[in-house]
């Protein structure tokens, strides 16, 4: 028995890259890198380089894309066993369906494997090719095989022993009648919670800003409006989730640099990019089947708050200034969407609070990821070109900002619109220093370093910003009353 064992140490021991050593897909990885840097280029891979085949598809990508310093979701458990086998003087071996210029840029980053097997642009290394190449190289049961998917199984009927990553019991009870299992690494549960982050549900909470030209105008008794206006809120939210999903997947190097980003379901591997990707394009489709059920005037709106979304994930985000005008025209957006919705006409002064406002909150959140960068001596931020001398600077836009905001309010109250609507229109004035309070509030945590890097979801949690809202609500009922 000890023989035995003695002798199984010595076979190599060869490892698969993809859902196994990381927790996601270098050819996917890789594509979107390439989408990112060649936005229009995807017509080429899908029409082109796949026609001649996938191992060849895998090739041209790698050429264009560097690998060499990508952040990637390690297996982590696997990693630690692998270093212990490699420190008992085990052979081990990356072999991987990934092309090999993919394929050498991780072991660069691992310094783990003696060698390197992998797809070299006329032949894709998986299954039974696989399976061959290893055969040729080892000898039938003189290797040991570490794999995730049905692909593998080939694979593992040749080898010596085997090892799993995966929870798929299905997956596992059918390789251990036919093959030898030793070690089974499970994998992360995709479960509801993960669907909800991925979805960024809590990020919904912006979208009820479609109800304001309902409560603003005075609609209450206008029920079959209030309809129109949650369809009109449902559509917005998914396809609000498919542009997040779509960020998510753009951002993912970026993000896996993140302190708080890197545990998305998408950066951390929870999620694959596949199951990404068809996630968004659901919540898409579902959004745009409710838009039809909505006014002309929507659907034109949300077409366009579509098409900046995409361009401010692909360039936008990345441009001084321009990104944070862009995320607080997003907020105005939502007005504009709801007040289509029951065609109540176009109020400067809510849409100019509204641009002032976000536009606070917008400096608000990049404030906060810097002065993170600062605290971690980061000079400049990923994805972004704002830099820590900006801090000051940034804290002055964003304070003057939410100020504005409060100013453009109390022009409001002074306007024949206001005097119409409210028969004590004096009373709103005390909306004023509530106003001033939550945004001094807000700022005053962020320089204290304590406010989370979405000030929305901040807020959500925040019981001080529940009181200010309530307050408002008993002012406006006041005044109209």
Not at 263 to 268: H, K, Q, T, V
Request: proline residues 2%; charged residues 20%; contains cysteine.
């Amino acid at each position: 028995m000890e023989e035995a064992i003695q002798t199984n140490q010595k076979n190599p021991l060869c490892v698969d890259l993809d859902g196994t050593l990381v927790k996601t897909d270098m050819l996917h990885e890789s594509i979107l890198i390439f989408i990112r840097q060649h936005p229009t280029a995807i017509f080429l891979v899908i029409s082109w380089w796949l026609l001649k085949g996938k191992a060849y598809c895998k090739q041209q990508i790698a050429k264009r894309v560097d690998l060499s310093t990508l952040a990637l979701p390690w297996n982590e458990e696997l990693i630690l066993w692998l270093r212990k086998e490699k420190a008992s003087g085990r052979k081990l071996v990356l072999a991987t369906a990934s092309d090999q210029k993919v394929a050498d840029a991780v072991t660069s980053q691992l310094n783990l494997f003696d060698n390197v097997l992998a797809s070299d642009g006329q032949t894709n290394l998986r299954g039974k090719a696989k399976r061959a190449l290893l055969i040729g190289k080892y000898g039938e049961k003189q290797f040991d095989y570490v794999g995730d998917a049905n692909t593998d199984k080939p694979v593992w009927q040749a080898a010596n022993h085997s090892h799993i990553v995966s929870n798929n019991k299905k997956l596992i009870k059918e390789t251990k009648s036919f093959a030898h299992v030793d070690k089974i690494f499970p994998k992360e549960k995709f479960i509801f919670k993960t669907l909800i982050k991925s979805l960024r549900v809590h990020q919904y909470a912006k979208n009820t800003l479609i109800f304001l030209p309902w409560i603003l105008g005075h609609y209450y008794s206008n029920m079959n409006a209030l309809l129109y206006l949650f369809l009109a809120f449902m559509s917005f939210s998914l396809l609000a989730s498919s542009t997040y999903v779509l960020n998510d997947l753009l951002d993912l190097p970026s993000d896996r640099l993140h302190h708080r980003k890197k545990w998305r379901p998408l950066a951390s591997g929870c999620l694959s990019i596949k199951h990404g990707a068809l996630l968004g394009l659901t919540c898409f489709a579902l959004a745009c089947i409710l838009a039809t059920m909505l006014p002309l005037h929507f659907q034109l709106i949300l077409m366009f708050y579509l098409v900046v979304t995409v361009l401010y994930s692909f360039w936008l985000k990345r441009v001084l200034l321009v990104d944070v005008i862009t995320l607080s025209g997003l907020y105005t957006v939502r007005i504009l969407a709801g007040m289509a919705v029951i065609n109540a006409g176009y109020s400067k002064w809510v849409l100019l609070f509204s641009l002032f406002f976000f536009t606070s909150l917008a400096f608000l959140k990049r404030f906060t990821e810097l002065h993170f960068a600062c605290k971690e001596k980061i000079q400049k931020l990923s994805g972004r070109s704002y830099h820590v001398a900006h801090l000051d600077t940034i804290k002055m836009f964003g304070i003057c900002n939410g100020y504005l905001s409060v100013l453009i309010i109390a022009l409001y109250l002074n306007s024949a619109k206001a005097i119409s609507l409210y028969h004590y229109p004096i009373i709103l004035y005390a909306a004023c220093p509530v106003l001033v309070y939550w945004v001094s509030r807000m700022w005053l945590i962020a320089v204290d370093g304590n406010m989370h890097d979405d000030p929305i979801i901040f807020a959500i949690k925040d019981k001080a910003t529940y009181l200010v809202l309530i307050a408002l609500f008993i002012i406006g009922m006041a005044a109209t009353f």
